[in-house]
T-cell receptor, first 116, second 111 residues
Framework: GAVVSQHPSWVICKSGTSVKIECRSL??????MFWYRQFPKQSLMLMAT?????????EQGVEKDKFLINHASLTLSTLTVTSAHPEDSSFYIC????????????FGSGTRLTVV | SQQGEEDPQALSIQEGENATMNCSYK?????LQWYRQNSGRGLVHLIL?????REKHSGRLRVTLDTSKKSSSLLITASRAADTASYFC???????????FGKGTRLSVIA
């Protein structure tokens, strides 16, 4: 149990286009999901906290207009990278915590974004 | 912002040896967790230790937590080549706050 599905696992897009990444909790409800970004050989940096039915909370330095987060249901959060640039190329990972079951945090398998 | 600092940043050992990784953090925590990440892949949860616990075991893993020193260690015994990965500690202030990750230790186990 406590599975988080992230899609797509990898994507290549052209500069200036937008890319949507989906994060689904498959067997639990998640009022809160978290989005992280990881550059090569670095650690995970929290980008934003996604709250179901309300606006996301962004970490300092993360552009909310560039990284649009929508958490419209208890099982789905999406991250849209708008007007992507090569410097947005990174590994994006979502996570959620089914706390009602006492589990720890569960992470999606990540999305490798390459902007060319 | 990052909470933890792992030590060492990289570790190379022979198969069968033990690997010890350390993590320090800055603020009060509810729990501390260790994760493994194979290159370019997602995270695998290894073990969670709560702030009122001092030591925890899971198979070949042993985790200690010293809240007075704000530090934790992960010991992998009898390492295998398959243990080659990056290991991260992560802390949470409370049950539903985001995890804050340390910089990680890259472990290489040579067969």
């Amino acid at each position: 149990g406590a599975v988080v599905s992230q899609h797509p696992s990898w994507v290549i897009c052209k500069s200036g286009t937008s890319v949507k990444i989906e994060c689904r909790s498959l067997d639990f409800q998640a009022t809160t999901m978290f989005w992280y970004r990881q550059f090569p050989k670095q650690s995970l940096m929290l980008m934003a906290t996604s709250n179901e039915g309300s606006k996301a909370t962004y970490e300092q330095g993360v552009e909310k207009d560039k990284f649009l987060i929508n958490h419209a249901s208890l099982t789905l959060s999406t991250l849209t990278v708008t007007s992507a640039h090569p410097e947005d190329s990174s590994f994006y990972i979502c996570s959620a915590s089914p706390m009602d079951r006492g589990y720890g945090y569960t992470f999606g398998s990540g999305t490798r974004l390459t902007v060319v | 912002s990052q909470q933890g600092e792992e030590d060492p940043q990289a570790l190379s050992i022979q198969e069968g040896e033990n690997a010890t990784m350390n993590c320090s953090y800055k603020t009060s925590i509810n729990n501390l967790q260790w994760y493994r990440q194979n290159s370019g892949r997602g995270l695998v949860h290894l073990i969670l230790i709560r702030s009122n616990e001092r030591e925890k075991h899971s198979g070949r893993l042993r985790v200690t937590l010293d809240t007075s020193k704000k530090s934790s260690s992960l010991l992998i015994t009898a390492s295998r080549a398959a243990d080659t990965a990056s290991y991260f500690c992560a802390t949470a202030l409370s049950g539903n706050t985001p995890l804050v990750f340390g910089k990680g230790t890259r472990l290489s186990v040579i067969a």
